[in-house]
Structures are given as structure tokens and as C-alpha cells.
């Protein structure tokens, strides 16, 4: 791992030494591997307010696991929470959760620059806000404690319309205000700097006849500015055992899901008389007015094939249960990570042990070499590994370390592939932004994509094109090495080898961006299954065993930009804790045995085989494919080899097809631009079962 850590402020570089590496956390204390025994005031960076491994949180967070670590779909629990935080924060009308505070400041930002339709926005010197390109101006965090002014990597144009004034003065805000009359979308803040050490804002107290109210004229300012001059929106941000994102009503930004204004037809008007949806329906009408959407991502809200998702209470194995009651054959598998089958009790065992060790430690550990060690063996390109919260913290890491390495800005990416929802990578981006009609995303400045070149994919003449165009310029040419977010589409050989040797030939990068593909297609990813290797590698979604993770791996001399072992900025609070390293370590186990990826690509071809061999019995069009676990299929003629065809596929036939195969008991992905995921836990007789369902279906299309 670069500097040895999964944040750069754990490797005490400010300080001298090497860190201690942490065995168990309980209370107010921490023990190292050494024995040691510390009063902690770090408490995981802040989380740990009750303390380490408070036993009742630990008890429930256990029950829960019970039901499964991840569903990829709505749960009640999202609307309890919520509520509990709608009730407490007095700014919050409607909120949206993420996987982090970094995730929760881009959707943030971009949410601001939507509803303003503006795009200058006010930071103050030494505040942190993630780690995104646009907030790595004078951030203050790990980035002053490594003596970094900003970060080697960040395009000038993403930090153009961020502008700086200094905490605690308010006529340094005011100037910016007067410079940038009608300009300004929003004034961004720690209340209270805790990037910075620790930083309290100015106060003054008033007296009134009958009470006395502490109130800060700073923040009064900071807040009515916006409204008196330039009718600008200030966001804040809310903690309560998950970040999230404070949203005041409805939002088009890409990170914030739409009002629905497409089909809502109730899905209890179509159901068999076996499933009905009525706990569902409830459940789901509440986080409508809880969540944008009613949803935590947004193409869960079934937007694209009509009607309202269902809301699940517990996973096992190769099904999933709604609050209904019903049971469906599960080919989502949240989205991917389930691989082994929803809540494997090997997994769940091993995680709930180390969980009573402690949920999070801030600090290095053990498991994040075991873990390292472990991808580092089977992915071919990986020398060195940097583990993230998500697949998006990970890709933005792995395009500003692409930039700071080459000294080059323009990267390459390909129509329809998603790399995560950082604002340069909302370029013709497939996935949720094609599901929900958004040709890229509001909020995203223009100056965000500039850099960012698209080609089509499968397609290796128009990637020359932009080599012969931008001679030098090309920084990186990122791909998902079988895409899986517009659909599935396999790429050709011949486009795989061209791609890596162009990169080499222009002195650019080759990424594969394998948070999906990453021991999903075989134990070594897309790059092993097709016997191309890239420079740079992400991976998500199976390497964290159903918990929230991300990682980007690459050769060691690239790596080793990666702050502190060298200047490129990246950091994460709960980058590396021990939960989702051991769920990561306990599934790769498993996935290392001699024939697994074997026998998932049987079970996949099994599957697409009887699908379209129904849909051809029963005269409909139908394209399918798939590559280990993973796999998928278009109504229309094939083959679909790039999201231009793949958009020519028949969506009103794929939304029928989805609900009334929903209805019949089998829960597939709620969007045509979305791949399926085999398990190990899916037996022959739920394929079975599944084509057999599907030839009903079909003879009703």
C-alpha cells in the first residue's frame, strides 16, 4: 500500500516514526498488536461517540447482518434513519445517504451548481470537503499535514470556479461576493474547522429582556448573504452514525434521483394472486418523502420499467424476501458483490468476530495487508494496492494519480462505460444516467469534462483518432473491460490488445476499471480472463464481500505517487476498516478453490442460453452474453457490440418483461443498461425455474 496506509494522515509523517498498527478497539481505548494499551481521543476520526464497539450497537448491526450485509434495494431501515435525522438536523427536509463524506460533498456540490444553474462556489482556506477535485484547493487536512498546497493530478479547469476566502472574515467573503455578482451557487463550511486542528467561528452573545441566545454573526452573514445579493443556496452537512447529504426538496443532480415523472403504475394492479405488494407500497410512498426518489441510488427506483421497487427485508443465498412476505430468485446480488450468495455464514461468522474487535480503527491494521496481499497475488497488473470506501472513491483516485504521473491532463473513457459519479467521468456515462433519460448530469461544469475525450467502444479507429488529435495530451485511457453498465457487451480480443498498445505507443496509461468485473469474470479479473494487462486497475464490489469498498492497484512505481508515499492527494476516513477487509479475505477464500469460476460460467451460460432460446421459440428479438458470473441480454437483433446499439433495444418490451417476471417470483435488474450477476449460491433448478417462468412471460409479450 502506498506509505503503508489506506489514508495518508495514519502514516505519522508530521510527526516522525512509523504508526502503531492496531489489534482491537473497546470503549475509550486501543490496543496495539504489541500488546499496548492507549487511551484513544482519535475515536476512528470522529465516529466513535459512545465510544469503540458499543455493545448494543453491536448486537443490532449482528441481527441485521443476519438478513444480509448488503441489499442493493430499498430497505425499511433507510426510512427510520432517515426520519431520525430529518427530526434532529434543523436544515434537513429530505436526505440522501452515500457511502461517504467525500461521496456526500460531491453529490453536495454538484446538487448546488443544479439548482442554482450556476457555478462559482466559496470555500474557506484549511476546510476539507473530501477529497474531490474541485474542494483541493487550500483543504487544509491531510493535505496541509503532508505540506501539500493542493495535489499533483488536479486539472487547473476543476478548480476554476472554486474560490477561497479566509475563515473567521467575513469581508474576504463579501469581496468575493462584489467580484462575482449573480455568480456565486453557494458558500460551502465547517461550522466548526476540524481539518485545520480545531477552529471555533467568531461569536457573540445577545441579551434580550427575557432570554439569552449564543448566536454567531459569522454564520448569520455567511447564510443571508446568498439571499440578499444573489438568491445562491447554502447546503450543510449531517452526521448520524452514516454520512449523508442534507437535500431541501428534489433535485435533478445525477447523485440526487429525479421526481418520477415516468410510469407509476402500483405494481399490485399486475400482480398473480401469489404476490401482492401492499407493505411495499406503504414503505415506499413514506421515503418518497423522506429520500429524492424515495431510494439511496437512483435507478432502485424502477424509474425506467414502470411501477414501484419493492422493498426487501432479508437475503440468503441466491434469494431475496420483500416485506411482503414474497421470494424472489435474486440475479442482482446487490449489484454485484454477491458472489458466494447473499449472507454466506462463513463470511458473516468471520466478519461478526472481527466486529468484536471494533467497527473501525483510523489507524493501520493487519487484515488490510492480508487483504492487499490477497489481490495483489491474483490481479496480474497490481503491484501496490490504495483501498477506498467505493468503487467512485477509487476512480477518482485512480484518474488524478493517471494525471499527476503522465503530467498530461486528457483521458480517454468510451460512450455508455460508468466509472463512478465523480463530475469528470459524467460523460456520456451509461448506467443510472442512460437508465434515467440524463444525457450526462446537471450541476457538472463545463470546465469538469474538458479533459475528458469519449470514444466508442469496440471501436478501436476512433480511439486512434483522438491519439492522432491530441498527440502528448493523453493522460489515460480508462474502460470497463466488459461493460456492465450499459447492459453487457463483451469487447472484442483485437479492441482489448489495440487499446493496450496504443496506450504504450502514446505514452498514456491503460486503465480497466474493474469494480465490477474484479473477480466477478475469474479470480483475476477481466485482465486475466482476456490476457491483457493494463497499467492501473480499480476494483469494488466483490473485494469488500458485500460491505462498502473500493481499491486501485497498479505498478509500484505509479503507486507510489499515492500520498504519503508520495504527493498525489487521497484519503478516507473508513478507507481499510477491519469489517470490510475480513469480508473481503473470507470471500477471496473461497473464490481461490480449484472450479469456482468454472462452474459460475456454466451457470451463466445455462441461464442466457434458455433465455434467448425462449425468447426465439416465441419470436421475439432478443442478443445475449455473458463472461464468469456476469452476464446479460437486449431485445433486439445482436450482436451489441457498443451503447449505440445497445440503446436500439426494444424498452418498453424489457419493462413488461421485468415486472411481469418480478411478479412470477425472479428479481432481475430494474434498467436494460444493467448487467446480472450469477452466485455460487444459484442452484440448476433456480435456472430451471427461472427459463421456465420466462417462456410464460414471453408467450405474453
Same mark, same amino acid.
Not at 452515500?98 to 451548481?113: P, V
Not at 462575482?180 to 480545531?198: H, R, T, Y
Not at 470471500?587 to 442460453?609: I, N, P
Given at each position: 500500500m502506498p506509505g503503508g496506509v489506506s489514508s495518508p494522515v495514519r502514516a505519522f509523517k508530521s510527526v516522525g516514526g512509523n504508526p502503531v498498527v492496531f489489534d482491537k478497539v473497546k470503549g475509550a481505548y486501543a490496543w496495539d498488536?504489541?500488546?499496548?494499551?492507549?487511551?484513544?481521543?482519535?475515536?476512528?476520526?470522529?465516529?466513535?461517540?459512545?465510544?469503540?464497539?458499543?455493545?448494543?450497537?453491536?448486537?443490532?448491526?449482528?441481527?441485521?447482518?443476519?438478513?444480509?450485509?448488503?441489499?442493493?434495494?430499498?430497505?425499511?431501515?433507510?426510512?427510520?434513519?432517515?426520519?431520525?435525522?430529518?427530526?434532529?438536523? @434543523? &436544515?434537513?427536509?429530505?436526505?440522501?445517504? !452515500?457511502?461517504?463524506?467525500?461521496? /456526500?460533498?460531491?453529490?453536495?456540490?454538484?446538487? *448546488?451548481?443544479?439548482?442554482?444553474?450556476?457555478?462559482?462556489?466559496?470555500?474557506?482556506?484549511?476546510?476539507?470537503?473530501?477529497?474531490?477535485?474541485?474542494f483541493l484547493v487550500q483543504a487544509g487536512s491531510g493535505v496541509a499535514t503532508l505540506g501539500l498546497p493542493d495535489s499533483p493530478g488536479v486539472p487547473a479547469s476543476a478548480t476554476k470556479a472554486t474560490l477561497c476566502a479566509e475563515y473567521n472574515n467575513l469581508d474576504s467573503v463579501k469581496k468575493i461576493f462584489e467580484e462575482n455578482k449573480d455568480e456565486i451557487a453557494a458558500v460551502i463550511l465547517e461550522p466548526v474547522v476540524g481539518n485545520s486542528g480545531f477552529i471555533k467561528p467568531d461569536q457573540e452573545v445577545k441579551s434580550s429582556g427575557e432570554s439569552t441566545a449564543a448566536t454567531s454573526p459569522f454564520f448569520y452573514e455567511i447564510n443571508?448573504? @446568498? &439571499?440578499?445579493?444573489?438568491?445562491?443556496? !447554502?447546503?450543510?452537512?449531517?452526521? /448520524?452514525?452514516?454520512?449523508?447529504?442534507?437535500? *431541501?426538496?428534489?433535485?435533478?443532480?445525477?447523485?440526487?434521483?429525479?421526481?418520477?415523472?415516468?410510469?407509476?403504475?402500483?405494481?399490485?394492479?399486475?400482480?398473480t394472486e401469489t404476490y401482492t405488494f401492499t407493505k411495499s407500497e406503504e414503505i415506499f410512498a413514506e421515503a418518497k418523502t423522506l429520500m429524492p426518489g424515495g431510494v439511496s441510488s437512483p435507478v432502485r427506483a424502477f424509474k425506467s420499467v414502470g411501477g414501484n421497487p419493492v422493498v426487501f427485508d432479508k437475503v440468503k443465498g441466491a434469494y431475496a424476501w420483500d416485506v411482503d412476505g414474497n421470494k424472489y430468485i435474486d440475479y442482482v446480488g446487490t449489484w454485484g458483490p454477491a458472489i458466494l450468495g447473499h449472507a454466506d455464514d462463513d463470511v458473516l461468522d468471520a466478519v461478526k468476530a472481527t466486529m468484536d474487535k471494533g467497527t473501525s480503527f483510523g489507524a493501520p491494521c493487519p487484515l488490510e495487508n492480508i487483504l492487499a496481499k490477497a489481490v495483489i497475488d491474483a490481479v496480474p497488473s497490481v503491484e501496490m494496492v490504495r483501498f477506498t470506501n467505493s468503487g467512485t472513491e477509487a476512480c477518482m483516485g485512480m484518474i488524478r494519480l493517471c494525471r499527476a504521473y503522465t503530467g498530461r491532463e486528457k483521458v480517454i473513457k468510451f460512450e455508455g462505460c460508468y466509472h463512478g459519479h465523480a463530475d469528470s467521468f459524467l460523460v456520456q456515462a451509461g448506467s443510472g444516467v442512460a437508465t434515467l433519460g440524463l444525457p450526462d448530469s446537471p450541476g457538472v461544469p463545463a470546465s469538469a469534462t474538458k479533459a475528458t475525450l469519449c470514444a466508442e467502444y469496440n471501436n478501436l479507429d476512433s480511439v486512434k483518432k483522438i491519439f492522432e488529435e491530441n498527440k502528448d495530451e493523453i493522460a489515460a485511457v480508462i474502460l470497463e473491460p466488459v461493460v456492465g453498465n450499459s447492459g453487457f457487451i463483451?469487447?472484442?480480443?483485437?479492441?482489448?490488445?489495440?487499446?493496450?498498445?496504443?496506450?504504450?505507443?502514446?505514452?498514456?496509461?491503460?486503465?480497466?476499471?474493474?469494480?465490477?468485473?474484479?473477480?466477478?469474470?475469474?479470480?483475476?479479473?477481466?485482465?486475466?480472463?482476456?490476457?491483457?494487462?493494463?497499467?492501473?486497475?480499480?476494483?469494488?464490489?466483490?473485494?469488500?464481500?458485500?460491505?462498502?469498498?473500493?481499491?486501485?492497484?497498479?505498478?509500484?512505481?505509479?503507486?507510489?505517487?499515492?500520498?504519503?508515499?508520495?504527493?498525489?492527494?487521497?484519503?478516507?476516513?473508513?478507507?481499510?476498516?477491519?469489517?470490510?477487509?475480513?469480508?473481503?479475505?473470507?470471500?477471496?477464500?473461497?473464490?481461490?478453490?480449484?472450479?469456482?469460476?468454472?462452474?459460475?460460467?456454466?451457470?451463466?451460460?445455462?441461464?442466457?442460453?434458455?433465455?434467448?432460446?425462449?425468447?426465439?421459440?416465441?419470436?421475439?428479438?432478443?442478443?445475449?452474453?455473458?463472461?464468469g458470473g456476469m452476464f446479460g441480454w437486449y431485445f433486439v437483433e445482436g450482436p451489441v457490440k457498443n451503447f449505440q446499439q445497445a440503446t436500439k433495444a426494444d424498452a418498453e418490451k424489457f419493462g413488461k418483461w421485468h415486472r411481469m417476471m418480478l411478479e412470477r417470483g425472479v428479481y432481475l435488474a430494474p434498467s436494460m443498461y444493467e448487467a446480472g450477476f450469477m452466485s455460487m449460491a444459484h442452484t440448476d433448478e433456480d435456472i430451471e425455474r427461472t427459463i421456465a417462468i420466462a417462456d410464460e412471460v414471453m408467450s405474453q409479450l
Amino acid at each position: 500500500m502506498p506509505g503503508g496506509v489506506s489514508s495518508p494522515v495514519r502514516a505519522f509523517k508530521s510527526v516522525g516514526g512509523n504508526p502503531v498498527v492496531f489489534d482491537k478497539v473497546k470503549g475509550a481505548y486501543a490496543w496495539d498488536v504489541d500488546g499496548n494499551k492507549y487511551i484513544d481521543y482519535v475515536g476512528t476520526w470522529g465516529p466513535a461517540i459512545l465510544g469503540h464497539a458499543d455493545d448494543d450497537v453491536l448486537d443490532a448491526v449482528k441481527a441485521t447482518m443476519d438478513k444480509g450485509t448488503s441489499f442493493g434495494a430499498p430497505c425499511p431501515l433507510e426510512n427510520i434513519l432517515a426520519k431520525a435525522v430529518i427530526d434532529a438536523v @434543523p &436544515s434537513v427536509e429530505m436526505v440522501r445517504f !452515500t457511502n461517504s463524506g467525500t461521496e /456526500a460533498c460531491m453529490g453536495m456540490i454538484r446538487l *448546488c451548481r443544479a439548482y442554482t444553474g450556476r457555478e462559482k462556489v466559496i470555500k474557506f482556506e484549511g476546510c476539507y470537503h473530501g477529497h474531490a477535485d474541485s474542494f483541493l484547493v487550500q483543504a487544509g487536512s491531510g493535505v496541509a499535514t503532508l505540506g501539500l498546497p493542493d495535489s499533483p493530478g488536479v486539472p487547473a479547469s476543476a478548480t476554476k470556479a472554486t474560490l477561497c476566502a479566509e475563515y473567521n472574515n467575513l469581508d474576504s467573503v463579501k469581496k468575493i461576493f462584489e467580484e462575482n455578482k449573480d455568480e456565486i451557487a453557494a458558500v460551502i463550511l465547517e461550522p466548526v474547522v476540524g481539518n485545520s486542528g480545531f477552529i471555533k467561528p467568531d461569536q457573540e452573545v445577545k441579551s434580550s429582556g427575557e432570554s439569552t441566545a449564543a448566536t454567531s454573526p459569522f454564520f448569520y452573514e455567511i447564510n443571508l448573504l @446568498p &439571499s440578499r445579493s444573489t438568491h445562491a443556496v !447554502t447546503m450543510k452537512l449531517a452526521t /448520524a452514525s452514516a454520512l449523508i447529504l442534507a437535500i *431541501c426538496g428534489d433535485a435533478s443532480a445525477f447523485s440526487a434521483a429525479p421526481s418520477v415523472n415516468g410510469p407509476t403504475t402500483a405494481l399490485r394492479a399486475t400482480a398473480t394472486e401469489t404476490y401482492t405488494f401492499t407493505k411495499s407500497e406503504e414503505i415506499f410512498a413514506e421515503a418518497k418523502t423522506l429520500m429524492p426518489g424515495g431510494v439511496s441510488s437512483p435507478v432502485r427506483a424502477f424509474k425506467s420499467v414502470g411501477g414501484n421497487p419493492v422493498v426487501f427485508d432479508k437475503v440468503k443465498g441466491a434469494y431475496a424476501w420483500d416485506v411482503d412476505g414474497n421470494k424472489y430468485i435474486d440475479y442482482v446480488g446487490t449489484w454485484g458483490p454477491a458472489i458466494l450468495g447473499h449472507a454466506d455464514d462463513d463470511v458473516l461468522d468471520a466478519v461478526k468476530a472481527t466486529m468484536d474487535k471494533g467497527t473501525s480503527f483510523g489507524a493501520p491494521c493487519p487484515l488490510e495487508n492480508i487483504l492487499a496481499k490477497a489481490v495483489i497475488d491474483a490481479v496480474p497488473s497490481v503491484e501496490m494496492v490504495r483501498f477506498t470506501n467505493s468503487g467512485t472513491e477509487a476512480c477518482m483516485g485512480m484518474i488524478r494519480l493517471c494525471r499527476a504521473y503522465t503530467g498530461r491532463e486528457k483521458v480517454i473513457k468510451f460512450e455508455g462505460c460508468y466509472h463512478g459519479h465523480a463530475d469528470s467521468f459524467l460523460v456520456q456515462a451509461g448506467s443510472g444516467v442512460a437508465t434515467l433519460g440524463l444525457p450526462d448530469s446537471p450541476g457538472v461544469p463545463a470546465s469538469a469534462t474538458k479533459a475528458t475525450l469519449c470514444a466508442e467502444y469496440n471501436n478501436l479507429d476512433s480511439v486512434k483518432k483522438i491519439f492522432e488529435e491530441n498527440k502528448d495530451e493523453i493522460a489515460a485511457v480508462i474502460l470497463e473491460p466488459v461493460v456492465g453498465n450499459s447492459g453487457f457487451i463483451k469487447p472484442d480480443q483485437e479492441f482489448l490488445e489495440g487499446i493496450r498498445d496504443l496506450c504504450t505507443e502514446g505514452g498514456a496509461l491503460c486503465v480497466f476499471d474493474e469494480v465490477m468485473t474484479g473477480f466477478r469474470v475469474s479470480y483475476g479479473g477481466a485482465q486475466k480472463y482476456f490476457g491483457v494487462t493494463p497499467d492501473i486497475t480499480t476494483m469494488g464490489k466483490v473485494i469488500g464481500g458485500g460491505l462498502p469498498v473500493g481499491a486501485y492497484g497498479g505498478k509500484k512505481e505509479i503507486m507510489e505517487m499515492v500520498a504519503p508515499a508520495g504527493p498525489m492527494y487521497q484519503a478516507g476516513t473508513l478507507s481499510g476498516n477491519p469489517l470490510a477487509m475480513t469480508a473481503g479475505i473470507e470471500t477471496l477464500k473461497k473464490l481461490s478453490e480449484d472450479g469456482v469460476y468454472e462452474e459460475l460460467e456454466r451457470k451463466s451460460k445455462k441461464l442466457v442460453d434458455g433465455i434467448t432460446a425462449t425468447a426465439e421459440k416465441h419470436g421475439l428479438p432478443i442478443s445475449g452474453d455473458f463472461a464468469g458470473g456476469m452476464f446479460g441480454w437486449y431485445f433486439v437483433e445482436g450482436p451489441v457490440k457498443n451503447f449505440q446499439q445497445a440503446t436500439k433495444a426494444d424498452a418498453e418490451k424489457f419493462g413488461k418483461w421485468h415486472r411481469m417476471m418480478l411478479e412470477r417470483g425472479v428479481y432481475l435488474a430494474p434498467s436494460m443498461y444493467e448487467a446480472g450477476f450469477m452466485s455460487m449460491a444459484h442452484t440448476d433448478e433456480d435456472i430451471e425455474r427461472t427459463i421456465a417462468i420466462a417462456d410464460e412471460v414471453m408467450s405474453q409479450l
